[in-house]
C-alpha cells in the first residue's frame, strides 16, 4: 500500500519535470537561444511551485477532492500545453506571453500537489518516515523523467503527443487516487465520472496530435490540404476545394484541376499536332503526367520519355487514386518511361534524338533552376531534337513577368533555334506563355485531336497573336555565366507579389 | 589521435567526451616537405642505378613543365622527358577527386585571356574553350560568381558595397581611375615581360614602395578599400599590401582589361587543364622523380634522380627558381625572391549549412577573415539537386616573415588547423561543424613566389629570366607572379629556346 502512494509521487515528479522540459524545449526551438529559455523557463517554473506551495496553506478542507482537481487541471492544461504553444506560435503574436503564462500556471498547480500529498499521507506514516520517502520518490520521479524526455520522447512521440501522454498519467493518477482515499471522498463516483471525461479528452488529444502540424501546413493554403509530403528534392502539397484540387511544389502553385486542361492543351497540341510523323516524345520535368496524358491522345506516337527529378513526385502520380485519377492514368501506359534523374545531366549524357520535347520546369525564381533555361541548356536541347522535330518551353506569364517571358524567347533564339512564342489565359494562373523552338519553318497546326476541351484548330492560331500589353520588350538572353532571367524574374514577381 | 586509456574509459562510460559536435574525419595530403628538406639539408641520397641518354630533360612537372612539354610536342620534337618529384604532376594546378566531385589543390581558375595573350588562346583553342571567337559557356563560372559577408550579410561582388560613406566611394573611384591609367600606359601586361618593355623610372619606382606606401601618397585609407586591396594582394601572391612590391600589387588591377564574364573553371580548378595536357603528354612524364643534382660533363648536363642519371644536351628547369642553388652545380647566386606559405583545405560536405540571404556563389569571401574564405567546387555542376557537396578553403599565411609562418603551417596538426578552419568559417556559418563530414589539408610551405619591394626591377632576376646557353630557367616565379598564364609563358618560351639550338 505503502509503495502504491509514494508510486505516485513518482509519476507527479515525472509529469511536472516533462512539462517543464516540453516548454523549455519548444521556447529555444522556436525563440533561438537555448541557454536563455532554459533558464528563465526553469527560474519561472521554480518560482511558481513556490507560489503553489505557500498557497496549499489556504486550502483546508476537502485535501483529497482538492487533490484530484488539481491533478486533472495539471494533466489537462501540461497534456495540452505544447498544442497551446505551437498553435499561438502559428496564428498569434503573444507566443513568448503564453509560454510564461503556462509555466507559471502548470507551476502553481504543481507546486501544490506535494504538500497536499504529505498532509494526506500524514495520518499514515510517521514524519520523518513521510518527508524522507515523498522526496526520495519525487526526485526519482525527476529523474526519470529527464532521461525519459531526450532518449525516448523527443526522438520518437514528438513533444505534442508526449505532453498528452503526461497528461494522461496526471489524469490516471487523479482517477487511482479516487480509490485510494475513497474513504476521504463524499462522492466518490462523481470524481471518477469528472475523471473519466478528462481522460477522454487527453485520449483524443493523443489521436489528433498528428494533425496539428498538419494544421500549421493548412493555415498556409487556404484549402484543406488532402496530402503532403517532404521529399530530399521539395515539398509536395496537395490540396482541395469542393472539386479544385490544387498541386504545389515548394508552396508554388503548379495546376488547379479545374482549369489545368488549358495550361496542358496549350503546352503539348500547338507543337506535337503539327508533326504529324512524330514517333518519339520527351518530357523534361512535368512529373504529373497531365503533359503526358495530353501526348496519349497520339497514336502515332510510338515511346514517351519522361524525366522528372523527383521519384516521389512520380510514384504517388503512379498510384495515388485521386491523381492518377487526375492524369487518367497516363503513368500506367506502356509508351511511357520514366526515368527519375537531373534534367541537364541528362541530357549531357544520352544521346538520342526525340521528335517531340516538352519542357514543363519550375518558374526559373533561383540560380540552379535558371541554368535549365540558359543558352547552354536550350542549345544541348536543340542537339536532341530530329530535323523537323519541335521544343516547346513553358515559359512563366508574359503579363506579369513580361521581360522573363521575353527573356526566354531571346535565350532560344540564341540558341539557335527559330522561335514561336503563344500564350494562353489560365484563370488560376492568369495569362501564361510558352515558346516553341524548331531547326526551320514552323506553321501552326492546321488538325487537332479529338475531345479536345480549350484548343481549336481556330483559336490554335490566335495563341501566337501578341497584343501591346504583352508584345516583346528589349531583354539580355539568359546564360550560365550571366543569369540575366533570375534578375528579371525576381524583380518582376516582386512587383506584383504583396 | 589514440584516446588514452582513462579518455577512453571516461567517455564510454559516462559520456563525456569533449564535445558533442560530429566527427570529421581527414588529414595531411602529399605532405612532402621532408623529402624535400633532404636537398636544402644535402643529405646522403642514392646514386642512381641507371644511366639515360635523352637530348632534352624538363625539371618540375608544374604547368611552367608541362607547358614547355606541349610546346616541344606540337612542334613535332619528342625525344625528350619530364621529371617530377611529386607522385601526380601539375604542381599548383594539381586536383582531387571523391565520390561527390573533383576539387583543386590549389589554382582554380584562368580569367579569360584577352586577345594579346596569344599563347593561353591558342591553348584554350586546343582544348575546346574558345571556338570561333566564342567562349565555351560551359566553363565560364556560372551565375552568381561571388559574394562577400560584411556586417553579417552576403552581399553581391567581393568589393564592399554596404556601409561605404561618401568619402569610401570616392576613394574607390579614384582607385579605378588610377588604375585604368596604369593599364594605358601598357606598363602593365600579361605577359609581364610584354609590359616591363615599355617599363620607365614611373614603374621602377613603384618597385621600391610596398602597396600601401603608394596607397598613402594616393590619399586612399578607406577601411573598405584598404581591405579589398589587402584581400586582392593576400588572394594573388600571398602577401599583406604593406609587404608587396606597389608594382605587383598595381599589376594585379592593371594588367587586364575589364574582361567580360569569366573566368573560366572547373570542379577541379586548373587541374582540369592539367588532366588535358597529360592525357597528350602524359608519356613523357616520369613521376616520383625527385631530381637532387644538376651538373655539368662536357658540353651536355647530368640530371641526377634516386633512379636515373639522365645525360642531357639541354635541360629545361623548370621547378621552382629558389632550389637551383641546392641542386646546381657550380651553385646559382641566391635567388632573391622570398615564397608564400599557404594552406589550402578541401571539406566534404553532407550538407549544406543554412543560407541566408544571396544564394551560393562560386567564391565566397568573409570580410575581416585572416583566410581568404572558399570556392564551391560543386559549383559548375548542371544538376538541380546537390545534397552534398565540396569546398577549397584557402588561406594564405601572411603575417610578418615567411619563415615563421612556414613554422606555424608545419608546427600545427591536423586537428590545430581544422580547429581554425572551422573557427574562420563559423563567423558566416555557425553550423558549418555539422556539415562536414571530412577535411583534407594541404599545407604548402613554398607555394608561389611573394614580389617584396625590389624583385621585379632586381638583376638578378631579369638574368635568371633571359635565355641563352643549354640550361633555361621556366618556372612563374622568374617572373615574380604566381599566374598560370606566366608559367605558360615562360615554359613555351624556354621550350621555343630549345628548338631552335637542337635544330
Not at chain 2, 646522403?44 to 644511366?51: Q, Y
Not at chain 2, 580548378?269 to 644538376?294: E, F
Request: contains cysteine; hydrophobic residues 45%.
Amino acid at each position: 500500500m505503502a509503495l502504491v502512494l509514494f508510486l505516485s509521487v513518482f509519476l507527479i515528479a515525472a509529469c511536472g519535470l516533462i512539462y517543464e522540459l516540453i516548454a523549455g524545449t519548444l521556447a529555444s526551438y522556436l525563440l533561438g537561444d537555448s541557454v536563455l529559455q532554459f533558464s528563465t523557463i526553469i527560474g519561472s517554473y521554480l518560482f511558481a511551485m513556490g507560489i503553489g506551495s505557500w498557497l496549499s496553506r489556504f486550502i483546508d478542507r476537502a485535501l483529497v477532492s482538492r487533490f484530484i482537481t488539481i491533478e486533472l487541471m495539471v494533466g489537462l492544461l501540461g497534456g495540452f500545453s505544447s498544442t497551446i504553444l505551437f498553435l499561438s506560435f502559428t496564428y498569434t503574436t503573444g507566443f513568448r506571453f503564453l509560454l510564461y503564462a503556462l509555466v507559471i500556471a502548470i507551476g502553481i498547480l504543481v507546486g501544490l500537489e506535494i504538500p497536499l500529498l504529505m498532509r494526506i499521507l500524514r495520518e499514515r506514516f510517521q514524519f520523518k518516515e513521510l518527508v524522507a520517502n515523498v522526496l526520495t520518490f519525487d526526485y526519482m520521479g525527476a529523474l526519470g523523467a529527464s532521461l525519459l524526455f531526450p532518449l525516448f520522447l523527443v526522438p520518437k512521440m514528438g513533444m505534442v503527443r508526449s505532453a498528452v501522454l503526461f497528461g494522461l498519467v496526471n489524469a490516471g493518477v487523479a482517477l487511482w487516487s479516487t480509490f485510494l482515499f475513497k474513504e476521504h471522498l463524499p462522492s466518490p463516483l462523481l470524481q471518477r465520472a469528472v475523471c473519466a471525461v478528462v481522460v477522454l479528452i487527453l485520449g483524443g488529444g493523443m489521436v489528433a496530435a498528428d494533425h496539428i502540424t498538419d494544421t500549421a501546413d493548412a493555415a498556409l493554403y487556404a484549402d484543406d490540404v488532402i496530402f503532403s509530403k517532404t521529399t530530399p528534392y521539395q515539398r509536395i502539397v496537395l490540396t482541395k476545394w469542393k472539386q479544385d484540387y490544387r498541386l504545389y511544389l515548394n508552396s508554388h502553385l503548379q495546376f488547379s484541376s479545374r482549369d489545368e486542361y488549358r495550361y496542358h492543351e496549350c503546352l503539348v497540341h500547338p507543337g506535337l499536332a503539327s508533326i504529324p510523323g512524330a514517333k518519339r516524345a520527351l518530357v523534361l520535368g512535368g512529373g504529373d503526367g497531365l503533359a503526358v496524358r495530353e501526348m496519349l491522345k497520339y497514336p502515332g506516337l510510338e515511346s514517351i520519355t519522361l524525366v522528372d527529378l523527383d521519384p516521389e513526385m512520380t510514384r504517388q502520380f503512379s498510384t495515388h487514386p485521386l491523381l492518377v485519377q487526375l492524369n487518367g492514368g497516363s503513368f500506367k501506359n506502356s509508351k511511357v518511361h520514366i526515368v527519375n534523374a537531373d534534367a541537364f545531366p541528362w541530357l549531357e549524357k544520352n544521346e538520342e534524338l526525340y521528335d517531340f520535347i516538352a519542357v514543363d520546369f519550375p518558374d526559373p525564381n533561383n540560380y540552379s533552376l535558371g541554368k535549365l533555361y540558359t543558352t547552354a541548356f536550350y542549345r544541348l536541347l536543340k542537339h536532341h531534337l530530329a530535323q523537323n522535330g519541335v521544343a516547346v518551353v513553358q515559359s512563366t506569364s508574359p503579363m506579369f513577368a513580361r521581360q522573363s517571358f521575353w527573356c526566354i524567347n531571346e535565350t532560344m533564339k540564341q540558341a539557335g533555334f527559330n522561335v514561336h512564342a503563344y500564350h494562353v489565359y489560365v484563370p488560376s494562373f492568369g495569362e501564361w506563355g510558352y515558346v516553341i523552338g524548331t531547326q526551320g519553318d514552323w506553321r501552326p497546326p492546321t488538325q487537332l485531336p479529338s475531345g479536345l476541351k480549350f484548343l481549336t484548330t481556330k483559336n490554335v492560331t490566335e495563341l501566337f497573336d501578341f497584343p501591346p500589353d504583352l508584345a516583346p520588350v528589349p531583354v539580355e538572353p539568359n546564360r550560365l555565366n550571366d543569369q540575366s532571367l533570375v534578375r528579371y524574374y525576381d524583380r518582376e514577381w516582386r512587383e506584383i507579389v504583396r | 589521435m589514440k584516446p588514452t586509456r582513462r579518455e577512453f574509459g571516461a567517455s564510454a562510460l559516462v559520456g563525456l567526451a569533449p564535445k558533442t559536435d560530429r566527427k570529421t574525419e581527414g588529414g595531411f595530403v602529399f605532405e612532402s616537405q621532408e623529402r624535400g628538406h633532404l636537398l636544402r639539408d644535402h643529405a646522403r641520397l642514392a646514386a642512381p642505378r641507371e644511366r639515360v641518354k635523352v637530348p632534352v630533360v624538363i625539371v618540375g612537372g608544374g604547368v611552367a613543365g608541362l607547358s614547355a612539354a606541349w610546346r616541344l610536342d606540337k612542334r613535332g620534337f619528342h625525344n625528350f622527358v619530364l621529371l617530377e618529384m611529386e607522385q601526380q604532376a601539375g604542381g599548383n594546378a594539381r586536383s582531387g577527386q571523391n565520390e561527390i566531385s573533383a576539387y583543386p589543390w590549389a589554382a582554380h581558375y584562368l580569367p579569360v585571356p584577352d586577345k594579346n595573350e596569344t599563347l593561353v588562346r591558342e591553348l584554350c583553342e586546343e582544348l575546346g574553350l574558345l571556338q570561333d571567337g566564342v567562349w565555351s559557356e560551359r566553363w565560364l563560372c556560372h551565375s552568381p560568381q561571388e559574394r562577400l559577408f560584411l556586417h553579417g550579410r552576403w552581399q553581391d561582388s567581393i568589393e564592399p558595397a554596404i556601409g561605404l560613406t561618401a568619402d569610401d566611394a570616392r576613394q574607390f573611384k579614384h582607385f579605378e581611375e588610377r588604375i585604368a591609367e596604369f593599364h594605358a600606359s601598357g606598363a602593365f601586361r600579361i605577359p609581364m615581360e610584354e609590359g616591363m618593355a615599355k617599363s620607365t623610372d614611373r614603374e621602377r619606382q613603384l618597385d621600391r614602395v610596398t602597396m600601401g606606401e603608394w596607397m598613402r601618397r594616393e590619399g586612399l585609407y578607406s577601411p573598405y578599400l584598404k581591405w579589398f586591396i589587402d584581400y586582392s594582394t593576400r588572394d594573388d601572391y600571398g602577401t599583406h599590401a604593406e609587404q608587396i612590391s606597389a608594382w605587383a600589387g598595381l599589376h594585379y588591377f592593371a594588367a587586364r582589361a575589364p574582361e567580360d564574364k569569366g573566368p573560366l573553371t572547373w570542379p577541379e580548378g586548373n587541374g582540369w587543364i592539367v588532366k588535358k595536357l597529360l592525357a597528350k603528354l602524359g608519356k613523357y612524364v616520369r613521376t616520383g622523380s625527385m631530381v637532387y643534382r644538376i651538373q655539368p660533363a662536357g658540353r651536355r648536363w647530368e640530371i641526377l634522380t634516386e633512379k636515373t642519371l639522365y645525360e642531357a644536351d639541354f635541360v629545361i628547369y623548370a621547378a621552382p627558381t629558389f632550389l637551383a642553388p641546392w641542386l646546381m652545380e657550380p651553385a646559382p647566386p641566391r635567388w632573391p625572391i622570398d615564397s608564400a606559405p599557404w594552406l589550402t583545405a578541401n571539406l566534404t560536405l553532407d550538407r549544406w549549412p543554412a543560407n541566408k540571404g544571396l544564394e551560393y556563389a562560386w567564391d565566397n569571401v568573409i570580410y575581416s577573415s585572416p583566410a581568404l574564405g572558399y570556392v564551391i567546387a560543386t559549383h559548375q555542376s548542371v544538376a538541380m539537386h546537390q545534397p552534398e557537396t565540396v569546398w577549397t578553403f584557402y588561406w594564405a599565411l601572411a603575417d610578418g616573415n615567411a619563415a615563421d609562418q612556414r613554422r606555424i603551417l608545419l608546427g600545427g596538426d591536423w586537428n590545430w588547423w581544422k580547429e581554425k578552419i572551422f573557427a574562420d568559417l563559423e563567423r558566416a556559418h555557425p553550423d558549418i561543424r555539422q556539415c562536414v563530414k571530412r577535411m583534407d589539408i594541404f599545407r604548402i610551405g613554398h607555394a608561389m613566389p611573394r614580389p617584396l619591394p625590389g624583385t621585379i626591377f632586381h638583376p638578378e632576376r631579369q638574368r635568371r629570366a633571359k635565355l641563352s646557353g643549354s640550361l633555361v630557367y621556366a618556372n612563374c616565379d622568374l617572373s615574380g607572379l604566381s599566374l598560370f598564364e606566366e608559367a605558360q609563358y615562360r615554359g613555351v618560351k624556354a621550350a621555343e629556346h630549345v628548338l631552335r639550338l637542337v635544330g
